[in-house]
């Protein structure tokens, strides 16, 4: 199965979220998860989002507005304004790479909850 090279994990995320033994590992996404992320094509505003947003997944990875490490379901979230909100979730796993698990729309108000949570957790 094919697969596209979408960035890597920096050393400064890894070390934010303690997630130091995942650092430098390759974030890919492999085609049948492209196949099951249009599922969420109705959620865009309008197909051209959608496109945008699939077009540029690496941009997203690699310049993301904001990352969030989610532990109930043990991923990065990586959000990014594009059109609109959107968030590239990544499964951190003990592979030899990274796994974009899914990708959609969100609201300012996810957005604005996980930068709430983050700030509790580091200044705790």
Do not use: C
């Amino acid at each position: 199965m094919k697969k596209e090279l979408l960035g890597v994990l920096t050393e400064k995320i890894a070390k934010k979220f303690n997630l130091e033994e995942h650092s430098g590992k390759n974030i890919v996404i492999y085609d049948d998860k492209k196949i099951y992320i249009e599922k969420h094509k109705d959620e865009y505003k309008d197909e051209e989002s959608y496109n945008n947003t699939v077009n540029n997944l690496s941009s997203i990875i690699t310049s993301a507005d904001f990352v969030y490490y989610n532990e109930s379901t043990l991923g990065l979230e990586f959000f990014k304004y594009i059109d609109e909100d959107v968030l590239v979730a990544i499964r951190v796993a003990n592979a030899k790479e990274l796994k974009v698990r899914s990708v959609y729309p969100v609201s300012k108000t996810k957005i604005q909850n996980r930068k709430k949570k983050l700030k509790s957790i580091v200044h705790h």
